[in-house]
């Protein structure tokens, strides 16, 4: 007789067994627990069980007379644009990967160009999710330990004209330093109107 031991994989304590093909970067901690069962603790990865769909029967005619039309879904008015700030960056030695709603958009270096970048299509109306994952690079010895070295960024509502961004309702501020050595995920909920 053979004995089959079958364990389930989480993520972020959502069970994940038929997710194939896929890999996961910054996750915070990996668990295996007595049963064999394999836990991921993942910020910015959001999971949600599958639904079975959902069959509907057929109106009744009185029913189908009262119906009325079906509401249109929001739509955001607004501009949500993503600037960095950059003093001495090189120096601070970070990295920072940034996910909205769970979906990765783009890392921006420490000493790179400043960078302008409008996020709103990644937003739906109402409540979202911006993940911050700051990596501290010191491969080749810490450079500094200043606060005034730092990578900077702002998320908010704002306009483009011509070449300019202004952003008039800064909504997140992030921001890094040399003074710091850990990595660090940070999350804010933006509401997107």
């Not at 959001?46 to 005619?61: F, G, K, M, R, Y």
């Not at 644009?81 to 909205?100: C, I, K, P, R, T």
């Not at 979906?103 to 979202?128: C, D």
Request: with cysteine.
């Amino acid at each position: 007789m053979i004995t089959l031991l079958v364990a389930s994989v989480f993520l972020n304590g959502v069970n994940v067994d038929g997710l194939r093909s896929q890999s996961f970067e910054k996750c915070k901690s990996v668990k295996i627990d007595d049963h064999g069962d394999l836990y991921l603790d993942c910020p910015g990865y959001e999971v949600q069980a599958q639904a079975a769909p959902i069959v509907p029967s057929a109106p009744t005619p009185v029913a189908a007379a009262s119906m009325a039309p079906a509401a249109t879904p929001g739509v955001i008015t607004k501009h949500y644009w993503m600037v960095s700030e950059d003093a001495n960056g090189a120096q601070a030695q970070y990295d920072l990967d940034v996910f909205v709603n769970s979906k990765w958009v783009r890392k921006i270096k420490a000493g790179e160009p400043q960078i302008v970048v409008e996020i709103t299509r990644y937003l739906q109306p109402g409540q979202n999710k911006v993940l911050f994952a700051a990596t501290k690079h010191m491969e080749g010895g810490r450079k500094t330990n200043l606060a005034s070295s730092f990578l900077k960024i702002t998320v908010g509502e704002g306009e483009s004209g011509g070449n300019t961004v202004m952003i008039d309702n800064p909504l997140i501020e992030v921001k890094r330093t040399a003074a710091e050595t850990d990595n660090i995920n940070e999350e804010f909920t933006l509401q997107a109107r």
